[in-house]
């Protein structure tokens, strides 16, 4: 059925006239006729319009082939789109902890950091010479640590 056809259709079943029609949807009654005659169709806004005061889907309206009505009152998601709600917001709480994991361990090796700096700046005070080997070795150790942690916490 063309969409002539079904406007005609829908807009005599609610037993409305063209100028019933027009005015609620805020156009001219010669607009509504050219719509029903076929020689010009509705833009985007006036299509949307017209799928919800029929209580159809524009799909229906404007696809010769597609012939469902939209039910209001039996309109559910169908299993698998609660799979593919319910996958996407598995995916967002996953990827929202993994930041938050990523974010605890760098804090933690922000403070270990502060820590070892702490200490290499008591030995310099006791013995500077300690100092300079000791922040050469601490340094080492402590960007392996660090590196070590960063990929076990990707992986």
């Known amino acids: ?4 056809e079904k406007l005609i259709m829908l807009r005599k079943s609610r ?16 607009a509504v006729s050219r719509w029903e005659s076929g020689a010009t169709w509705p833009d985007v806004p006036n299509l949307i319009q017209l799928s919800d005061l029929f209580g159809v889907t524009t799909d229906y309206l404007a696809r010769e082939k597609c012939e ?7 309109e559910t998601n169908t299993p698998e789109q609660d799979k593919t709600e ?14 938050l994991r990523a974010a605890r361990w760098y804090w933690k090796m922000m403070w270990v950091c502060i820590g070892l700096l702490f200490v290499f700046a008591v030995l310099y ?21 660090y590196l070590i942690l960063y990929h076990i916490m990707i992986k």
Do not use: C, W
């Open 125 to 145: 005070v006791i013995k500077p010479l300690t100092f300079f080997a000791g922040i050469t070795v601490g340094m080492g150790l402590t960007a392996t640590t």
């Open 15 to 30: 037993g409305m006239s063209q100028e019933d029609l027009a005015e609620k949807l805020q156009v001219s009654r010669q």
């Open 86 to 99: 319910s996958d996407t917001v598995k995916y967002q709480k996953a990827l929202r902890e993994k930041n």
């Open 1 to 4: 059925m063309k969409f002539e």
């Open 68 to 74: 469902e009505k939209k039910d209001e009152s039996t």
